[in-house]
């Protein structure tokens, strides 16, 4: 089976490349502060503190854009998850993944109109846009205005638990991005995927 | 029985207030007489001339807080152990505000009580001053240090937020304050807030940095450094604190850092008990733990990526 489907319209195109773009700045930005140093500066801390707010607000208020179309779309029916025999399912597809690809074998959920994710992607994608980012949002804003922080949160400073959060919902950001990014590779050829996002067809192995 | 219990507890209650309003008595001077009209606002006396009692306003640079005074680290002295005895007569004489004040080292410069403090440290420092050396030496310790309110905040543990709350108030009482700071000039002070227009989180920063922290370099021989930088020389370079050497561990947190070592994995922990400083705060085992989970993540991947590479090579 080969040919192309025409996945991803242009509205989530754009909301994934903004999407990237935002991610990136935080990502460097953000590293940049939590290890800055005088001697080697990944950025200098005030443009750092500055893209980092800048990019964090635009990746906000395109999460708000994103649920208001995502509410209406019949793009949300590829985030509806089957709990039904999910385990089993995720098991099919990771194995797919250590060794079927190894061995040639082909996809066992293979991209459809009607379902363009597998369930471990499904899985994965629910949890970082309803679950990290949320995280992220929650904990980014008022670190922005840390004066509405409470000082103390049993016995540990807020500002601290918030920083926490924030910085280790940003690192499970930073491991997703990897693995996303390599996981791109695995269609059709290395960077058909890749040309999907720019195009919108998606290629079928 | 419980008639005698009563007043048994009453007279130790008694005895126990009394014994503490005595120990209190003994600490602090009795300086009524003085903070009879300069503890006040408005001071009131007998007019021999017209027989009427008079209501005056009180030179506000006169004044005393009392309940500063009573709490300060001079509140063993009486107002004549420093001042004029002649103060003791009103109306005062004329000349007497010709009369010359002590200074710091006039009391503390070479005495081993005070070694800790190293008063001589601190002389030095100011001497290197932007205010000593712009004011034609006119400048002196009182006109930041209140000597009737003077307060220990960093040696007494006090939080950080009131450290820096004192601190600062030293140096706004005059360049927040246009009389003040008309004693040593003809020019009126800028407003801080503008500029400091530049400074993310201004009110956040003001609250949780002394203007010391930024307005002088450190000195490991003094608590707190006393050599006012000019402003071209202040600190502007944000990771000077925000970063695992911040400049604050020597500065603001030194005392505290010096006290006490305790370590709980967390870089410079000891701003943690008062706070966050992004890029001062990290944690080692989060650390370690993040670049291994990253590591292995990326490890993982290359391998992934290679055996699917020479799978592809066979075919």
């Not at chain 1, 502060?33 to 801390?45: A, C, I, K």
């Not at chain 1, 208020?61 to 025999?85: D, E, T």
């Not at chain 1, 993944?97 to 597998?118: D, H, I, M, Q």
């Amino acid at each position: 089976m080969s040919g192309k489907l025409y996945l991803y319209p242009v509205w989530v195109r754009i909301w994934h490349a903004l999407n990237a773009i935002f991610f990136l700045v935080l990502l460097v930005s953000g590293l940049s502060m939590q290890y800055s140093n005088p001697d080697v500066p990944l950025l200098p801390f005030n443009i750092a503190v500055t893209s980092h707010n800048v990019a964090g607000v635009g990746l906000f208020v395109l999460y708000l854009c994103f649920l208001f179309v995502f509410s209406f779309s019949s793009n949300r029916l590829h985030y509806r998850i089957q709990f039904k025999g999910l385990i089993g399912r995720l098991v099919i597809q990771m194995k797919f993944y250590l060794f079927g690809v190894f061995k040639g074998e082909r996809p066992p959920f293979p991209t459809l109109e009607e379902a363009k994710f597998n369930p471990l992607q499904q899985v994965t994608y629910v949890a970082v846009l309803f679950i990290l980012f949320p995280i992220l949002i929650i904990t980014g804003l008022p670190l922005m205005f840390p004066e509405f922080i409470i000082d103390n949160f049993f016995g540990i400073g807020g500002t601290l638990l918030t920083a926490l959060v924030h910085a280790s919902a940003g690192f499970f950001a930073s491991i997703f991005l990897i693995i996303h990014l390599y996981f791109a590779t695995m269609g059709a050829t290395f960077l058909s995927n890749y040309k999907s996002i720019v195009n919108g067809y998606h290629e079928l192995h | 029985m419980v008639k005698n219990n009563l007043t048994i507890s009453i007279c130790l209650m008694v005895g126990i207030i009394a014994s503490v309003l005595q120990t209190s008595a003994q600490e602090v001077a009795d300086n009524s007489q003085c903070l009879k009209c300069h503890g006040q606002v408005f001071y009131e006396y007998h007019n021999e001339w017209t027989d009427q009692i008079d209501r005056k306003p009180l030179n506000p640079f006169h004044h005393i807080d009392s309940v500063k005074l009573h709490t300060s680290v001079h509140k063993m002295f009486a107002c004549i152990d420093c001042h004029s005895m002649e103060y003791e007569t009103f109306p005062h004489s004329g000349e007497l505000r010709l009369e010359e004040k002590y200074q710091c080292m006039d009391c503390h410069g070479g005495d081993e009580t005070f070694a800790k403090f190293n008063f001589e440290g601190i002389e030095a420092s100011f001497m290197e001053s932007v205010h000593y050396k712009a004011s034609d030496e006119r400048f002196n310790c009182w006109m930041c240090h209140n000597a009737h309110g003077y307060e220990l905040a960093l040696r007494e543990d006090k939080p950080i937020v009131e450290v820096v709350n004192i601190s600062n108030s030293m140096c706004l009482s005059c360049h927040d304050n246009k009389f003040k700071y008309g004693l040593l000039s003809n020019e009126e002070p800028k407003k801080v807030a503008e500029i400091h227009a530049w400074l993310p989180h201004q009110a956040r920063h003001f609250e949780k940095v002394r203007c010391v922290d930024c307005h002088t370099k450190v000195q490991s021989d003094i608590l707190v450094a006393h050599n006012i930088l000019p402003k071209e020389e202040a600190l502007k370079n944000c990771v000077e604190c925000h970063s695992a050497n911040s400049v604050l561990m020597e500065s603001l947190y030194a005392h505290r850092a010096k006290e006490s070592r305790i370590e709980s994995g967390f870089v410079n922990a000891i701003i943690l008990n008062e706070g966050y400083i992004i890029g001062a705060n990290r944690n080692r085992t989060l650390n370690f733990v993040s670049i291994g989970i990253f590591g292995f993540v990326v490890l993982g991947l290359l391998i992934h990526l290679i055996l699917r590479l020479i799978l592809i090579k066979k075919k």
